[in-house]
Nanobody, 122 residues
Framework: VQLVESGGGLVQPGGSLRLSCVAS????????MSWYRQASGKERDLVAR???????????DYADSVKGRFTISRDNAKNTVYLQMNSLKPEDTAVYYC?????????????WGQGTQVTVSS
């Protein structure tokens, strides 16, 4: 199982970045996919989550701090989840982690990537 994040970097306040996470080694389409972040000295927090497909619809939810600025999306043909981040603020600075989760048959399947650093600074 692998989750490989990319797209982090240094950006000025007000700028944009798009994070990508490519999954392999499991049935990606059946998992809910999420982005978490962890700022230095703080706990890891949920940023955004997108469901597995329910029919043809994906459902997304967001932390209040990023609503209206971040958009999560997924491409099941590419086993990839994205996080488009606009209007970035210094407080968005953190390591961003990709997560895959499914609960089935009484078991939780919970996978994490290694993280990608996002720094928002002038």
């Amino acid at each position: 199982v692998q989750l490989v994040e990319s797209g982090g970097g240094l950006v000025q306040p007000g700028g944009s970045l798009r994070l990508s996470c490519v999954a392999s080694g499991f049935t990606y389409s059946s998992y809910a996919m999420s982005w978490y972040r962890q700022a230095s000295g703080k706990e890891r927090d949920l940023v955004a989550r997108i469901s597995s497909a329910r029919g043809r619809t994906f459902y997304a939810d967001y932390a209040d701090s990023v609503k209206g600025r971040f958009t999560i999306s997924r491409d099941n043909a590419k086993n990839t989840v994205y996080l488009q981040m606009n209007s970035l603020k210094p407080e968005d600075t953190a390591v961003y982690y990709c997560n895959a989760f499914k609960s089935a048959g009484g078991y939780d399947y919970d996978y994490w990537g290694q993280g990608t650093q996002v720094t928002v600074s002038s």
